[in-house]
């Protein structure tokens, strides 16, 4: 059961790369998201996807872009990347957005900008 | 706006002790409240929600609508508990958002 899945794990990127994070689920979910987590501060909203063909901005969506492809797969890009970007990315989806639901996380990526 | 504080960065307790993770939050209509638990090197994952009123891993957590609160709790803590705990409000209904606290790093001693 992969449930959510996030690649790449680990990634280096110098200031000013684009990079993009994909992130797929097969629970067959409508809803998906993405968050960063950094030291002291939990975890915060970047975007969100309620159903396949809408994204929205979350708390923190300044210098990201997301794309909801299909049902499945809901990939995040940084465009130019800032050392104020270096965290840790977790992927969630949960079966819709009503708010009983529970969300499932993927294993995240750890990415570092120089 | 809805907020949620986990007033403890880190807890430390011994084994067989009992322990208590607190949270607190603000919202004006009827919370939905999860607790998430992220072990070492492993994906944060659902340890339990109040409208299943269930316990996980003997852990509880009561919503106290006066206190705007909801604690977790276990009476007998183990190594294994040894986590980061984050506390999660939503609203209910079509509210999707999902608020963290900050997190509460639990270390259980032998």
């Known amino acids: 059961n992969a449930g959510v899945t996030q690649t790449p794990k680990f990634q280096v990127l110098k200031t000013g790369q684009s990079m993009t994070l994909q992130c797929a689920q097969d629970m067959n979910h409508n809803s998906m998201y993405w968050y960063r987590q950094d030291p002291g501060m939990g975890l915060r909203l970047i975007y969100y996807s309620a159903s396949e063909g809408t994204t929205d901005k979350g708390e923190v969506p300044n210098g990201y872009n997301v794309s909801r492809l299909n049902k499945r797969e809901f990939s995040l890009r940084l465009e130019s990347a800032a050392p104020s970007q270096t965290s840790v990315y977790f992927c969630a989806s949960s079966p819709t957005s009503g708010g009983s639901q529970p969300q499932h996380f993927g294993d995240g990526t750890r990415l570092s900008i120089l | ?110």
């Not at chain 2, 190594?79 to 999707?96: R, T, V, W």
């Open chain 2, 1 to 110: 706006a809805q907020r949620v504080t986990q007033p403890e960065k880190l807890l430390s307790v011994f084994k067989g002790a009992p322990v208590e993770l607190k949270c607190n939050y603000s919202y004006s209509g009827s919370p939905e409240l999860f607790w998430y638990v992220q072990y070492s090197r492993q994906r944060l994952q659902l340890l339990l929600r109040h409208i299943s009123r269930e316990s996980i891993k003997g852990f509880t957590a009561d919503l106290n609508k006066g206190e705007t609160s909801f604690h977790l709790k276990k009476p007998f803590a183990q190594e294994e508990d040894s986590a980061m705990y984050y506390c999660a409000l939503s609203g209910a209904g079509s509210n999707y958002k999902l608020t963290f606290g900050k997190g509460t790093l639990l270390t259980v001693n032998p």
